[in-house]
């Protein structure tokens, strides 16, 4: 059994099917990755395994949990186990880096001033940026923003960390070394996770196991040397772009 098990998973948005029928288990502790082309309906697999999107049928257990149809109660306490990295700008842009990182620890911990200030600081000092904590994001790169937005994500030690194109751009250099981050990061937390991506060498530094998302199902998956040897067009697609 996995603790992530997604089953004959459909949606549609006004009558355009997305998910056709997509089934997806993840082992306790590991990682995996979900590559698909650009509207191939990843982020809405990631908003459905957090119960942000109902599918129109199928079904998605966490943990044995049936999160289809889950009460918003439940829904809730599930969500405070998982740490989710969303796409594209992560922070809170009206906060101070201190303040993004409050933020996911103060409805859930009673923790005093200075045991919050000494959790944020060695968060930040894991991803490098504890000279960052006065900052504001409009004052960080894009690198720098994604170290800060996986601290964050990562601060309440989610048992399920849900990455949306951790990498996405990013220069090759700091995709490189974000990718590095995480996986020094799911070493040291080990969540069940799956981040979903485009880029091949983040997959490669990442994932214990891939699956290729395309027309609404699950086509293949495997480790990435299996699925090197996949006769299959759209699974070499992926490996083009190397
Ligand atoms: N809330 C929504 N309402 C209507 N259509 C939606 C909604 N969310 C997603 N879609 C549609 O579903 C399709 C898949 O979107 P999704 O964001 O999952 O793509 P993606 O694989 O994450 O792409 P990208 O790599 O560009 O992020 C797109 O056609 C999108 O327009
Ligand atoms: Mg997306």
Do not use: W
Request: with cysteine.
């Amino acid at each position: 059994m996995g603790l992530i098990e997604v089953r004959n998973v459909s949606k549609s948005f006004n009558g355009l099917p997305v998910l056709e029928d997509v089934n997806l288990v993840v082992e306790e502790g590991t990682t995996v990755v979900i590559l698909g082309k650009s509207g191939v309906g990843k982020s809405v697999l990631l908003k459905a395994i957090i119960g942000l999107i109902e599918p129109d049928a199928g079904s998605i257990r966490i943990d044995g949990h049936e999160v289809v149809g889950m009460k918003r109660k439940d829904l809730n306490a599930l969500r405070r186990q998982m740490g989710y990295l969303f796409q594209g700008a992560a922070l809170y842009d009206s906060m101070s880096v201190r303040e993004n990182l409050i933020f996911p620890l103060e409805r859930r911990e009673q923790l005093t001033r200075e045991e919050l200030e000494e959790r944020i600081i060695r968060q930040l000092e894991m991803v490098g940026l504890e000279d960052a904590i006065d900052k504001m994001p409009a004052e960080l790169s894009g690198g720098m923003k994604k170290r800060i937005a996986l601290a964050r994500a990562l601060i309440i030690n989610p048992r399920i960390m849900l990455y949306d194109e951790p990498t996405t751009g990013l220069d090759p250099i700091t995709a490189r070394e974000i990718s590095y981050l995480i996986k020094e990061l799911q070493h040291r937390y080990q969540p069940t996770s799956i981040a979903v991506t485009h880029d091949m060498m983040c997959a490669r530094i990442i994932a214990d196991k891939v699956a290729v998302l395309h027309d609404g199902v699950v086509e293949h998956e495997g480790s990435l040397d299996e699925l090197e040897k996949v006769d299959n067009e759209i699974v070499r697609s992926f490996f083009a772009t190397e």
